[in-house]
């Protein structure tokens, strides 16, 4: 039972180690990985998110009451609040900056699942645990998630206003530092030509052109620049490249899908914008391409998901950092604008490593032995086979110390040469002589004590022969019933054991649960 107890306390620590770090010292591990890219203290900090993607109702095809969804929900916030609250925020960044797609099914839901989505939206990424700096401005741009393409939104006008009414303008440009970043509704650009929102995007966009400022700008877009099919994305991307793909409603209606604005919308963006740096969404992975632009490499960065639930297994964020711009005809842009992509917590590699960790805690606890691993005959074996390697070291070491310590005589042969010959010591009888007979005579007392031995497995064995039959003669199925019995045993202590694990680590679990998903 000894063994099976500090199996069970093994163990038990073994879980209390492994919920720490997935809980907790997982995005510990993210925030100590990653670092604003060295900037100086004139530069603006900005941290950039992409793609929370909420799940509701039409995530999964599942009703609003599922148990089901509702705890899908629950554990895709939770990752995203601890990875926002401890990965991202105590960099205290001066700015935070939302590259769309808040929601999954945004221009889909009622306005009560819409506002139910926003309340928790709005609880994920809290501001209310950053004490430094409470108030840090949050900017946001609009996703196909969030709105529609251009042939849902021009038929469903609400959704816009309902967007613009909480998040503030589709359209807008603000500063950090010395650097200018301008926010584009992507969902229009491609729209139907007639568009009244295809129109007004490609006016603001021709009011912002290099003229009107000598700032450098950063173009914000949720949809990627045209890329040509196949193109690298650099070594963070870890799913395959997504080829362009764009779909038409009929009757000029507008886009009902694409995950690249074409190619003349991306060149006409560049060529009036000339942007010093692109950064975009949708695509929920990685990828970093650079641009041919007549006035220079133009690099667009396109950064992953920060949920886990959506389609990315190696969530991240990106911390920028804005400073003063250089001279006019500077030609070195690393020193306006600095990036550093961040990954957060694989969560379903720590899901994984739950389970299989479950797995081997029941093996364990149900193949160990009752009498510890000594039990085993093969252990036996080899502390037997070390014993006798150790006796035999002991014995070579004795008998080469004997002949150090001997006697010797120079003995001249016929020819004069010398040699030195062990004196033959006569050793008296002594006391451990008399010890050693007597030993020798214990011999029998070992026979005898051997007999004696003997006598308790022969009463076992008439005693398993009593039990095989009784008084009247008939036989008893008692080793059937012993078997069972020892398999009920095994089992109630593999359950006992496992409730003792989970008396001391569910609480854990929960306080660790409740600590990161409470508003403080």
């Not at 510990?28 to 941290?47: D, F, M, T």
């Not at 700032?215 to 997504?242: E, F, M, Q, W």
């Not at 590699?349 to 739950?354: E, V």
């Not at 070390?386 to 002991?394: C, I, K, N, P």
């Amino acid at each position: 039972m000894q063994s099976a107890t500090r199996l069970t306390l093994l163990l038990c620590a073994a879980w209390a180690a492994t919920v720490l770090y997935g809980e907790m010292g997982a995005y510990w591990a993210s925030y100590l990985a990653c670092s604003w890219p060295s900037p100086p203290n004139n530069h603006v900090k900005i941290a950039v998110v992409a793609d929370p993607q909420l799940m509701d109702s039409t995530s999964l095809g599942l009703p609003s009451s599922s148990i089901a969804l509702q705890a899908a929900e629950f554990y895709t916030d939770l990752n995203m609040r601890r990875s926002f609250q401890s990965a991202i925020l105590p960099f205290e960044p001066d700015m935070v900056l939302f590259l769309g797609d808040h929601f999954d099914g945004g221009p889909y839901m009622s306005d009560e699942e819409w506002q139910e989505s926003l309340f928790r939206f709005k609880h994920i990424f809290s501001l209310n645990e950053q004490r430094r700096k409470p108030h840090i401005p949050i900017y946001y741009l609009s996703g196909n998630h969030d709105i529609g393409y251009s042939a849902f939104f021009s038929a469903h006008p609400e959704v816009l206003s309902r967007y613009e009414k909480e998040f503030g303008s589709r359209n807008y440009q603000f500063s950090a530092g010395k650097v200018d970043f301008v926010v584009i509704d992507a969902q229009t650009l491609d729209g139907a030509r007639k568009s009244k929102e295809r129109s007004s995007s490609w006016e603001f966009i021709k009011t912002l052109s290099p003229g009107n400022t000598s700032n450098p700008k950063v173009l914000l877009t949720h949809i990627p620049l045209y890329r040509p099919d196949n193109t690298p994305c650099g070594p963070h991307r870890s799913s395959a490249v997504i080829n362009q793909r764009v779909s038409y409603a009929a009757f000029d209606q507008g886009i009902t899908y694409q995950n690249y604005l074409t190619k003349e919308t991306s060149d006409l963006l560049l060529s009036l914008l000339q942007p010093v740096l692109v950064l975009s969404g949708h695509d929920h992975d990685q990828c970093t391409v650079v641009h041919s632009t007549p006035f220079g490499p133009v690099t667009e960065h396109t950064l992953g998901t920060i949920s886990w639930q959506q389609g990315n297994l190696y969530p991240s964020f990106m911390l920028l950092s804005a400073g003063p711009k250089l001279s006019q005809n500077s030609t070195d842009l690393k020193h306006e604008v600095m990036t550093n992509l961040c990954f957060l917590p694989k969560q379903t590699h720590i899901y994984i490593w739950y389970i299989c960790q479950f797995a081997v805690t029941v093996l364990l606890l149900v193949f160990w032995p009752t009498n510890g691993l000594s039990s085993l005959p093969y252990m036996n074996t080899f502390v037997s086979f070390m014993r006798s390697v150790g006796a035999e070291l002991v014995s070579r070491t004795k008998e080469k110390d004997d002949e150090e310590d001997g006697e010797y005589e120079m003995v001249f042969d016929a020819e004069g040469s010398m040699h030195l010959v062990k004196k033959a010591v006569a050793k008296a009888p002594s006391a451990s002589s008399d010890s050693r007979t007597i030993g020798r005579g214990s011999v029998v007392a070992r026979a005898t004590a051997g007999k004696h031995q003997l006598e308790p497995d022969s009463s076992i064995l008439v005693e398993m022969g009593s039990e095989m039959t009784s008084e009247d003669g008939a036989k008893l199925a008692r080793p059937s019933k012993s078997k069972v019995r020892k398999v009920l045993q095994r089992l109630f202590r593999v359950i006992q054991s496992l409730v003792v694990i989970a008396a001391l680590n569910v609480p854990l679990y929960m306080m660790l649960l409740f600590k990161d998903w409470i508003d403080h």
